[in-house]
């Protein structure tokens, strides 16, 4: 009996006595380590960090981090992390999830974030001998409050002992795993408990916050200036994000604005609206607009993706379709018809002729499944482009102008409302693309809308039961191609309806494009990773991932022709580490991750409220 | 042919007795294979009918024929009087509905969802009405919701309404199966080994679960292996083997022929050696 026990001892999995951390310090110390590492790094920021304004950002002032000429932003960032740090310790309501995982991300944002930039600033000018005590400083608070932040004791997760009658290699690969395994444990946070119900204006003042805090980030990375500063933002709002998601933050958000869904699309509304107000020019608005047309095609394309599961690789033709519709009515000089319709005459043309298109290629392309829709999608968007291409009077019908395109294509004019023209609202300038960003703004409402109401709906139920399971759908009652076919058309009707305002937007449509795949979004290749990156079926998600995959090749110059092979690398690694997206639907985070719950472990009582989310 | 096929104009709502599905010389050849062989099976109204037989005698391929998802080579299927049409989604809007031997839920829905995508047929609402959102899209989407919850109750599922239909066990996601098949309201129900895989306890369950149903008014035609429940259960029975029909009665003219004990055990062995 007591060898019995003894051997099964040997067997059962090793379990650590009292929580320790990954490094070998005492929990008090650790602690005081990664708190005053977070308070030096707050100061800091407030120092000079190198002595020359060579490096981009100028960094060498002392004081408070604003209100200077330049952009020392690095350091606002900074102070906001090691604050984040700092404040997560103290304050146990901020995080209802895991403190202490979500302190090992904040310090490793600072790290990163601001070894990062020393690395730059000694790299861009030669040398170590360019930091300033500040840089020093920061480089050393960093350090500390990370190696602080991973002796706090953690959960050790369960590892298996080495068994002695492995060969050493299988040893050797079985002590990595265990360590890898302790490693993600370190990082890893428990499901927090389900928010309280707070007051619902409370509540909507917690999304109002966020909403708020959003619209402040995405001015920041839209206005920066220069690669390395572009990166260290992206650094720092990828690992800031984990530590709020680790801290349990951002499931707390969600629940809070699953309740009050109206009020956060309309928040969303008013922020996204607030964004040309924050600018002094032009400049960023043209990103702004573009960004929204890419996201709201995304959208479209998620309709038919995301819900009906139809895998359309041929998608951004509808958006040439809706564009060229709408140029050919648009007085443009170079349009075949001498016609100037309205502008709401206009979007219904574009709109319509996306329709018709759709249905004319969903017709027969329907009736095949999976892979060979896919394919077959594939093609059409590129006869779409060659047709375009050759229409030019030589080769075919004198229609699209060939390669030229239609170009000038005058500025919109809704009741006297001049695109053109830079008008002053609140004693702010708004010029011609902010113009366009309210109006795509509007449309972007549009198609959310529709998204919404249509997937929540018996159509939207029809969709994702064809997705599902297409014969015991038809089974149901389900008229597959005739739903499909509603799908496909919507979709294309949606991204006509963007096609048309991107016509007005950049003056010329060609049929470059409009291609599947190339550097610049809108192309069906990008379209379909916004959807997949940010989450298919959700709404947010391809807004996300439309904002990402514009802003990413846009700023990041220096990647230059190895924009496609970053992009290929950047989709294996999502879909090896986050299938489900950046903002998953709630069905699909427990389809892709349900298999690793303990075994026995019941999956968590999922209470789904809506389709979309 | 231990019944009288009536097939005489039909009220819509068949009084008992009433042919319910008349299925006349039924073949089904997959190029040389012939998987069904001029079967012929009435089902009326009231009334549970087994059909059982070995392996592979073209049980599944004959329920294909009577759900739209095969049409046959021979022979025509009537469902109260008119032919079915070819398309299997046809064949639920005009009455028939079926579960799958293989469960086939829509795996990442809710339970309620799937109950819902079964109102599909009996819903009207399309693309505008979901758009626009008027009274109408309310007062139909609350009905087919209130609707959903009542199959949900009647099949013991209702607590569990808001879970993904993935997560519920084996008998339950069975159960499920029949809810959604109930929920397009037909006249006669086609169930495809519904106890497959399932204890003692829970046959018993789905066997009170049939009673209920055929007391509702729906004819239920049931595909099993488990001969205990088919005898308890079935008015009638059915043995097809090797595509054909071999016997048709009740429960003991069918336990009691020996042909059917011999598809099923074999011929006895007769030589001495």
């Not at chain 1, 053109?420 to 309210?438: D, M, Q, T, V």
């Not at chain 1, 090749?553 to 992009?567: E, R, S, T, V």
């Not at chain 2, 024929?65 to 070819?86: H, N, S």
Request: glycine share 10%; proline share 6%.
């Amino acid at each position: 009996m007591t060898t019995h026990t003894t051997a099964a001892d040997h067997t059962r999995p090793h379990k650590e006595d009292a929580p320790t951390g990954l490094l070998p310090i005492p929990t008090g110390p650790a602690r005081a380590m990664a708190t005053g590492g977070g308070a030096l790094t707050v100061i800091s920021a407030f120092l000079a960090w190198t002595w020359t304004a060579a490096f981009p950002g100028d960094l060498t002032v002392y004081g408070y981090p604003g209100g200077l000429p330049a952009r020392p932003h690095h350091r606002a960032l900074t102070t906001l992390l090691g604050l984040a740090s700092y404040g997560i310790k103290g304050l146990r309501a901020l995080t209802p999830g895991n403190a202490d995982a979500a302190l090992r991300y904040a310090a490793l944002a600072a790290f990163t974030t601001a070894w990062y930039t020393l690395l730059a600033i000694s790299t861009d000018l030669g040398g170590l001998a360019n930091l300033e005590p500040g840089g020093w400083v920061a480089a050393i608070a960093t350090l500390t409050a990370l190696t602080g932040a991973l002796a706090l004791p953690f959960n050790r997760p369960q590892t298996y002992p080495v068994d002695p009658e492995d060969t050493g290699w299988e040893q050797t690969r079985h002590r990595l795993r265990n360590g890898l395994t302790v490693f993600k444990g370190a990082f890893a946070a428990d499901t927090p408990p389900p928010p309280r119900t707070l007051p619902s204006y409370i509540e909507i003042l917690i999304i109002v916050a966020a909403l708020a805090t959003g619209l402040l980030v995405f001015t920041y990375g839209i206005g920066t200036e220069y690669d390395e500063l572009f990166i260290g933002f992206l650094i720092s709002v990828a690992f800031g994000f984990a530590a709020l998601a680790k801290a349990g933050l951002v499931a707390h958000l969600s629940a809070y604005t699953a309740r009050h869904r109206n009020t956060t699309l309309l928040g969303a509304f008013l922020a996204a609206a607030a964004f040309p107000f924050t600018q002094s020019d032009d400049q960023y608005a043209t990103i702004g607009v573009y960004i929204l047309i890419f996201a709201t095609v995304a959208l479209g394309l998620n309709i038919v993706v995301g819900l009906a599961g139809l895998l359309d690789l041929g998608y951004v033709a509808f958006l040439g379709v809706g564009a060229y519709a709408a140029s050919m009515v648009s007085g443009s000089p170079a349009s075949p018809f001498d016609i100037h319709l309205p502008f709401w005459a206009a979007i219904l043309v574009g709109a319509g002729a996306s329709l018709i298109f759709g249905v004319l290629i969903g017709a027969p392309t329907l009736r095949l499944r999976g892979d060979y829709l896919a394919i077959v999608t594939l093609g059409f968007g590129e006869i779409f482009r060659l047709v375009a291409m050759n229409s030019d009077g030589a080769s075919g019908p004198d229609i699209t102008n060939g390669s030229n395109g239609i170009s000038s294509i005058p500025n919109l004019k809704i009741l006297g409302f001049d695109f053109g023209l830079e008008h002053s609202i609140l004693g702010f300038p708004i010029g011609r693309f902010a113009n366009y960003f309210f109006l795509m703004l509007l449309i972007t409402l549009i198609v959310v809308l529709v998204f919404r109401r249509s997937g929540d709906s018996r159509i939207g139920r029809a969709w994702v039961a064809i997705r599902e399971d297409e014969t015991a759908a038809l089974a149901m009652g389900i008229n597959g191609f005739r739903v499909k076919l509603i799908a496909f058309a919507l979709g294309a009707a949606l991204a006509g309806l963007a096609g048309t305002v991107q016509a007005h937007v950049t003056y010329t449509v060609t049929p470059e494009q409009y291609q599947f795949a190339n550097t610049v979004p809108p192309n069906s290749a990008f379209l379909l990773a916004a959807v997949v990156l940010g989450g298919m079926g959700t709404i947010s998600g391809p807004l996300v991932g439309a904002a990402l995959l514009y802003l990413i090749p846009n700023k990041l110059a220096f990647l230059g022709d190895y924009q496609l092979f970053a992009f290929g690398l950047a989709l294996v690694l999502l879909m090896r580490f986050r299938p489900e997206g950046l903002i998953p639907n709630r069905r699909r985070q427990l389809e892709f991750h349900e298999a690793e719950l303990e075994p026995g472990e019941t999956p968590p009582p999922t209470v789904l409220s809506k389709t979309g989310a | 042919m231990t019944t009288d096929t009536t097939t005489a104009g039909q009220a819509p709502d068949t009084p008992a007795g009433q042919t319910v599905l008349d299925a006349r010389n039924v073949t089904m050849r997959f190029g040389g294979l012939t998987a069904v062989r001029s079967v012929d099976l009435t089902v009326n109204s009231g009334e549970i009918v087994g059909l059982i037989g070995p392996n592979g005698a073209g049980k599944t391929t004959f329920f294909n024929c009577l759900t739209g998802l095969y049409t046959p080579t021979e022979g025509e299927v009537r469902y109260k009087g008119a032919i079915l049409p070819a398309k299997s989604f046809k064949v639920t809007a005009a009455g028939i509905a079926r579960t799958f031997q293989n469960i086939r839920l829509f795996a990442n829905m809710t339970v309620l969802e799937n109950v819902l995508v079964g109102r599909h047929t009996r819903t009207k609402e399309g693309l505008w009405s979901a758009l626009l959102r008027g009274p109408g899209f309310h007062r139909a989407e609350a009905a087919s919701k209130a609707r959903a919850m009542e199959l949900l109750e009647f099949v013991g599922l209702a607590d569990k309404a808001e879970h993904l239909s993935r997560n519920l066990p084996y008998g339950e996601q069975r159960k499920l199966e029949i809810a959604r098949a109930l929920a397009s309201e037909p006249g006669l129900l086609l169930l495809d080994e519904p106890t497959a895989g399932m204890n003692p306890q829970e046959t018993r369950a789905t066997e009170e679960l049939v009673f209920a149903i055929r007391d509702m008014g729906i004819a239920v035609l049931v595909i099993e292996h488990d001969m205990r429940f088919i005898f308890n259960l079935c008015d009638r029975v059915a043995v097809l083997v090797q595509g054909e029909k071999l016997v048709e009665g009740s429960s003991e003219t069918v336990q009691q022929d020996d042909r059917v004990i011999a598809a099923y055990l074999g011929e006895p062995f007769e030589e001495n050696n």
